[in-house]
């Protein structure tokens, strides 16, 4: 009977627990479950029916441990089986192999979760100086005169890169984004090109400093105020020696200065013009009206003006030391 019960699927026991005094009591019935229980099949991978997960939790973790105790042991002996082989063993000497590495990498090293950091750029060096304070030359009055032309110089050309010249190239830096250095790189030149012209010869020389015109053959003896109109300068010679050389300027179209050989017939020193009551200090008269003397318009305006016909001479000071030393009766030759 019992065994057809067990086939028929109706596993079980009836049991009569005692008291503490040892007393039967009441039976109990416990019911079983039906059936053979499945055996644990352990994640392909994780571990293998061929023995490398034993028991001892040498290997890699099998299924189930095989312990030798029944579900319910009446002596408390044991549970569940007592294999210490488990699917996932907490000391790592079993279960599934973990990876030390993060997410795969292309060369097999083990990605490390961090990305590469792009290379840095260089740094631009800066642009070649062409140019700075304490220069000087014909370049640099090419400069001037470019930046006259823009408006942020209203000196010169002197050909000399002084203070005026530094803070006119730093204002010009500054509006146009580049570095306030005050000296001129390549870039700043280039810009400076793109929004100017080329100067002409008496806008490089407008307020004077340009070299003299070799001297006429009629000034090589004597005492003799040698003036070329090529080159716009004067030279005081004595015996073919100069002694002086000065910028000059001349009269217009309408009121030109007469070339030819003269002398000087009349000098005054504080002499006011009677046609056009205009100053002519220090007048060394040498054809009719006309004279060489200072004028105030050249000093401030250099070859932007002209004169009526007389010869202008700029720097007040030279022309004053040239009046005490010419005298009436001294030779004026006046050529291109």
Known sequence: MALAALAG??????????????????PVRIELPSGTPSVYRPPSGSGSDDGSGS????????????????EADDDGGGGSGSGSGSAADDDGGGGSGSGSGSAADDDGGGGSGAGDRPE???ARPPARVL????????????????????????????????????????GFQGKRGLPRTGRTDTVTWQ????MTREPGRWELYLMGGQP?????????????????????TLRWMIDGRTLTTLPVRFGSEPTPTRD???????KSRDHVSTLYDSPMPYAMFFSGGQAVHFSADFAARGYAGSSHGCVNVRDEAAIA??????????KVVVHW
């Open 120 to 122: 840095s750029v260089p």
């Open 9 to 26: 699927g109706a596993v079980g026991c009836t049991v009569q627990p005692v008291d503490a005094d040892g007393n039967g009591r009441s």
């Open 55 to 70: 028991d001892d939790g040498s290997g890699s973790g099998s299924g189930s441990g095989s312990g030798s105790g029944s």
């Open 321 to 330: 030391g040239l009046y005490e030393q010419v005298r009436n009766g001294d």
């Open 191 to 194: 810009r400076l090109l793109g």
């Open 212 to 232: 003299a015109a070799a001297p006429d053959a009629r000034c090589r003896t004597g005492r003799v105020l040698c003036i070329s109109k090529s080159s716009r």
């Open 131 to 170: 140019w700075a304070p304490g220069d000087s030359g014909r370049d640099i009055r090419e400069l001037q005169a470019r930046l006259r032309q823009v408006a942020w110089l209203f000196d010169g050309p002197t050909g000399t890169y002084d203070g005026a010249t530094r803070e006119a190239v730093e």
């Open 260 to 266: 030819g050989v003269f002398e000087v017939y009349w």
